[in-house]
């Protein structure tokens, strides 16, 4: 990627910074933050971001995003599960399971004499290394589903990041014997992408509206909140009718939560729910692009790679299309 000297000023003339946003193509890398997962307290180095930005003529306050960034990435139960959701500890658990499976047909195949056998050891290995490998498989396909607790996380972020032609992507990597979170900065004009999924959604309303239905209510993450206790009741005139234990619950308690659905994307204006599609999948988007993941395509809109589909041909295809399989990883 072409490095360009230092950051813009104010002084800087408009034209300079229009000359350098125009060598920017769609899904071009411009930064991205790495920080040590295991080390607490940790928070991105937003503020190099944005001087690398400018380098690029892109000028985004970093209060804009940074609560929504930081609150969606480095809360400690989403640290966790990265690194529970690494692929070292995916390629522990499959050694794992593959020398239990292997223990267990083997024990199992004395009963019949043929552990002892080469034949019999050679079967035994030969079906423990393939219910391995459809182990790997099913991990690597679940790898490609939008995850509802990183890639879905970034959505606000997003959405605060459309107008400046930005879209932030997190991806996971080891180092050592450290867990890294890598957060991508990448270039993309989404306005067209904006415009296609809009005419797409209007086409859908009038012509497949039962499907547009049924994919949009896929397209919900299960919240917690809490429940305010009731109020207590007035304490009566008279003494003798008050409780002897008290009726207001111990600060000490847990309090009381419930769960509800949330719609990603509610019912709204054509132009509306398709800027609220690239928003919610920008970040699904970005993470398939930065790790070559995503699906080949004959032909792009707004890409520059001919067999790299832009957000507008993933959300049309995998999330509003006809697919029966489930693209959302609970």
């Keep these: 990627m072409p490095c360009l000297g230092g950051a813009l000023l104010a002084g800087d003339k408009p034209d300079e ?3 350098l946003l125009s060598e920017l193509h769609n899904g071009q ?6 920080i040590d997962n295991t080390c607490a307290p940790i928070s991105f180095d937003l503020g190099a971001a944005e001087e690398q930005l400018q380098t690029w003529g892109i000028q985004v306050p970093v209060d804009q995003y940074r609560s929504l960034a930081e609150s969606a990435l480095l809360e400690p139960q989403v640290r966790r599960y990265i690194i529970y959701n690494s692929r070292p500890v995916r390629l522990a658990f499959a050694v794992v399971f ?3 499976v292997w223990a267990n047909i083997y ?3 004395q009963m019949f004499a043929l552990g002892s056998h080469w034949a019999g050891v050679l079967l035994v290995t030969l079906a423990a290394v393939s219910l391995t490998l459809t182990l790997v498989l099913v991990f690597e396909r679940h790898q490609r589903k939008a995850n509802t607790n990183t890639d879905l996380r970034l959505a606000a972020a997003n959405g605060a990041l459309l107008r400046h032609r930005v879209l932030l992507g997190v991806t996971d990597t080891v180092e050592g014997c450290q867990s890294v979170i890598q957060l991508w900065f990448v270039y993309f004009d989404l306005e067209s992408c904006v415009q296609f999924l809009t005419d797409h959604v209007r086409e859908m309303k009038i012509s497949q509206e039962s499907l547009l239905r049924s994919r949009l209510s896929q397209l919900c ?4 909140t809490g ?4 109020a207590p009741a007035e304490e009566p005139d008279n003494l003798e009718e008050t409780p002897l234990l008290p009726s207001s619950p111990d600060p000490s308690e847990r309090p009381l939560m419930q769960t509800e659905l949330y719609q990603l994307v509610p019912e709204a204006e054509p132009e509306e729910m398709a800027r609220q599609l690239v928003a919610v999948f920008g970040g699904y988007y970005i993470r398939l692009l930065v790790t070559s993941q995503l699906p080949q395509a004959m032909g792009t809109r707004h890409t520059d790679s001919p067999m790299v589909p832009c957000p507008c041909q993933l959300i049309e295809a995998h999330i509003l299309g006809t697919e029966c399989c489930p693209f959302l990883a609970r």
Excluded: N, Q, W
């Excluded at 890398?29 to 790495?34: D, G, I, M």
């Excluded at 993450?221 to 917690?224: C, F, I, N, R, T």
């Design 107 to 109: 024990s199992t195949s």
């Design 227 to 230: 429940v305010s206790p009731a």
């Design 17 to 19: 910074a229009s000359s």
């Design 221 to 224: 993450v299960v919240m917690e």
């Design 98 to 100: 593959y020398v239990v």
């Design 29 to 34: 890398v411009l930064t991205v933050l790495r």
